[in-house]
């Protein structure tokens, strides 16, 4: 008999994971130049971070058998008014579950969800690296996007140092929705909760 796998789902992330979330951060900090973070964040500090990011963006998790294995969400791409229906979408998942499809799943969610407050433009930005044997970073996370749908709009080169070794970072850019003369107001998440 076929054994059956047990599905990923993906829900709002609550404070009370963010032990878990961390878990899932805190190798990318320490082993690879993914994140240009020096230091994995205290509970404290990542917790305020999530909250700050829920009070009007989605911040999901994907749970596998009880257990968080990946998060995404989204926070603005820029602090004026005129930059709100843009936002800038983050994606980690758990070393042990990368390839899966999890991070489709998560940023299909992701998407559907930015849709309903009424954003238009994503944006993703990605350390990149021209050496084929770096031991710090791969070309997964730039290919990823690309099958996403996201293109290449910008490329900065050497801007981040980590490691021993400077990293390029390339801005990608995704359009969800359509460039309307007169378009809708964001809507903060709360706004839409019940929608969720």
Same mark, same amino acid.
Request: aromatic share 14%; proline share 5%; hydrophobic share 35%.
């Given at each position: 008999?076929?054994?059956?796998?047990?599905?990923?789902?993906?829900?709002?992330?609550?404070?009370?994971?963010?032990?878990?979330?961390?878990?899932?951060?805190?190798?990318?900090?320490?082993?690879?130049?993914?994140? =240009?973070?020096?230091?994995?964040?205290?509970? !404290?500090?990542?917790?305020?971070?999530? !909250?700050?990011?829920?009070?009007?963006?989605?911040?999901?998790?994907?749970? !596998?058998?009880?257990?968080?294995?990946? &998060?995404?969400?989204?926070?603005?791409?820029? $602090?004026?008014?005129?930059?709100?229906?843009?936002? $800038?979408?983050?994606?980690?998942?758990?070393?042990?579950?990368?390839?899966?499809?999890?991070?489709?799943?998560?940023?299909?969610?992701?998407?559907?969800?930015?849709?309903?407050?009424?954003?238009?433009?994503?944006?993703?930005?990605?350390?990149?690296?021209?050496?084929?044997?770096?031991? &710090?970073?791969?070309?997964?996370?730039?290919? =990823?996007?690309?099958?996403?749908?996201?293109?290449?709009?910008?490329?900065?080169?050497?801007?981040?140092?980590? =490691?021993?070794? #400077?990293?390029?970072?390339? #801005?990608?850019?995704?359009?969800?929705?359509?460039?309307?003369?007169?378009?809708?107001?964001?809507?903060?998440?709360?706004?839409?909760?019940?929608?969720?």
């Amino acid at each position: 008999m076929k054994e059956e796998k047990n599905p990923i789902t993906i829900r709002m992330a609550e404070i009370s994971d963010a032990e878990a979330l961390l878990g899932i951060y805190a190798p990318y900090v320490e082993k690879t130049a993914v994140t =240009f973070e020096y230091e994995v964040p205290t509970i !404290e500090e990542f917790r305020g971070r999530i !909250e700050k990011i829920k009070r009007r963006y989605p911040y999901l998790a994907a749970v !596998e058998n009880g257990t968080v294995v990946g &998060y995404s969400y989204a926070k603005p791409f820029g $602090e004026r008014a005129a930059y709100e229906r843009a936002a $800038e979408t983050v994606l980690y998942v758990s070393e042990n579950h990368r390839g899966k499809g999890i991070g489709t799943l998560l940023y299909g969610r992701l998407e559907e969800i930015l849709r309903r407050q009424n954003i238009v433009n994503l944006y993703a930005s990605v350390a990149v690296t021209e050496r084929k044997d770096d031991m &710090y970073l791969t070309k997964a996370s730039p290919a =990823f996007h690309a099958v996403c749908g996201y293109r290449e709009i910008g490329y900065f080169t050497k801007c981040g140092y980590k =490691f021993g070794n #400077w990293y390029d970072m390339v #801005w990608m850019e995704k359009f969800i929705g359509y460039h309307n003369p007169t378009p809708k107001a964001f809507l903060p998440v709360t706004e839409i909760a019940e929608k969720i």
